[in-house]
């Protein structure tokens, strides 16, 4: 081996061990709101470096390379462009759209190798097989995740033996990559079948599943992609890949695991149940919803001593945050003391919440999850719920015959007083029906979250 080449390979493994380094800070940096932003950027500049090295020592012919940089750009516009026009209600699908062009992008690596019959030994040939099968039901799950939160998949596909038929699949695609690593040789119509089966298993095992479930399963499909790609990594010898696949991997395990115990539900269940979407209320409820007027419930705000917010999807959907916040603000200058209690599966993937009240520009310390401020419910004069439904359902506390019972959930009926703004009287996205809603202290406040966050202001301005 040449000095030059040597020189080449030394400044590749070096600058790959940099930018994963940069990866992992980046991963660091974006475990606090406070330092989520300079996470992004330390992470997006270790991608940067390790691509731009990988196009430079790739020794591509003039087309290869064209063909490289010409995909690059068109991707990187359209993502950009993307970026820049998604409202914040959309990132949930665009989440799992991006994540499933990564494991995507990991079966596509897969693919190659295999029809190009250069994937080694027997060993390189099953990490080449394990590595397509994870990306493509990563791939094909993450587009039917996409779907029902864009709302293109209205209902979700139950069927008896419906579990037996999924395993039909699943049986069949190992079958079928057993026996390319038996021959030691991948043939072209056996490969092309095991990535339409491992495709229609992402399709199978994603279709059943409810639309209240997603923020779990944009989760877990989120640590297969991360999984195919350090798959990959170890079949290209690419250290960037396996590294930044590994560090993605297992973050996303490990939020799928945090995901599943904040709804008391184990990731099979999850999976298999087919609950989210049930459309079954608990029924025995027994009073009625209390309307409460604006002006009222103003009133109530702007003389409490400590009112908790809690924050749903519902203003997502209105879009509500910068009024919402607006009337906390408000509310602090009367000398209220408030805080935001966010629950871990609130919205429609992890952190939403969070995401959302960042962008209308609340200070990260008044914003505290479910363990740190529960206690805190029984000291508040107002809970004030927006667009929350399920996280407050005090039957996952008390009703044994709950699907969501022993979920945990924020104790706003332990507060004083609830205000709870709601576009209607209709069940939340799990379909059950919430007891926290006739509770005697439990006031219904029924509008859009933006328009019943405006008039709130406009009621404790007047309130003197």
């Given amino acids: 081996m040449s000095g030059a080449t040597m020189s080449a390979a030394t400044v590749i493994q070096l600058s790959y061990l940099i930018a994963a380094a940069l990866f992992i800070l980046g991963l660091k940096r974006m475990s606090s709101p406070v330092t989520a932003v300079s996470g992004v950027r330390w992470a997006g500049l270790g991608m940067l470096l390790a691509t731009i090295v990988t196009i430079v020592f790739m020794g591509a012919t003039p087309l290869d390379l064209g063909l490289v940089l010409g995909a690059a750009l068109v991707g990187g516009g359209l993502a950009w462009v993307s970026g820049k026009r998604v409202a914040m209600t959309d990132m949930p699908q665009m989440i799992a759209l991006y994540n499933g062009m990564g494991g995507g992008a990991a079966a596509a690596i897969a693919a190659v190798e295999l029809y190009r019959g250069e994937t080694g030994n027997a060993t390189h040939l099953t990490i080449a097989l394990i590595g397509g099968f994870i990306g493509s039901v990563s791939f094909s799950g993450s587009l039917i995740a996409f779907g029902k939160l864009q709302g293109l998949i209205t209902k979700s596909v139950r069927f008896g033996g419906q579990k037996l ?157 910068h009024k919402v916040w607006e009337l906390c603000q408000l509310l602090i200058d009367r000398g209220v003391q408030l805080r935001f209690a966010i629950h871990p599966v609130a919205g429609r993937m992890p952190g939403h919440m969070n995401v959302l009240l960042a962008e209308a520009g609340v200070p990260y310390e008044l914003i505290a999850d479910l363990d740190e401020v529960n206690a805190e419910f029984e000291t508040a004069d107002v809970a004030l719920i927006i667009g929350a439904n399920d996280v407050v359902n005090p039957d996952a506390r008390n009703n044994r015959q709950s699907p969501i019972y022993g979920m945990p959930i924020l104790n706003a009926d332990k507060a004083k007083n609830v205000i709870v703004i709601k576009r209607g009287q209709g069940q939340g996205f799990s379909g059950i029906d919430n007891a926290l809603f006739v509770l005697d202290q439990t006031r219904m406040l029924y509008g859009d979250a933006q328009s019943a966050a405006n008039q709130l202001i406009h009621a404790v301005k007047a309130a003197g």
């Fill in 165 to 321: 038929v999924n395993l039909a699949i699943l049986v069949a695609t190992l079958a079928v990559g057993a026996t390319i690593v038996a021959q030691s040789q991948a043939a072209a119509p056996a490969v092309t079948g095991f990535f339409v089966l491992a495709l229609l298993l992402g399709i199978a095992m994603t279709l059943p599943i409810g639309g209240a479930d997603m923020p779990v399963v944009i989760s877990l499909y989120n640590a297969l992609t991360g999984l195919a790609v350090g798959f990959e990594g170890f079949v290209l010898d690419n250290a960037a890949m396996i590294i930044a696949g590994t560090v993605v991997g297992a973050a996303g395990t490990l939020l799928t695991q945090l995901m599943a115990k904040a709804m008391n539900r184990s990731l099979g269940n999850v999976l298999f149940a087919n609950f989210g979407e049930t459309g079954a209320a608990t029924g025995g409820l027994t009073g009625t919803q209390k309307p409460i007027e604006a002006s009222d419930a103003g009133v109530m705000l702007a003389f409490s001593q400590k009112v908790i917010v809690v924050p749903g999807y519902g203003m997502a959907v209105a879009q509500a945050q």
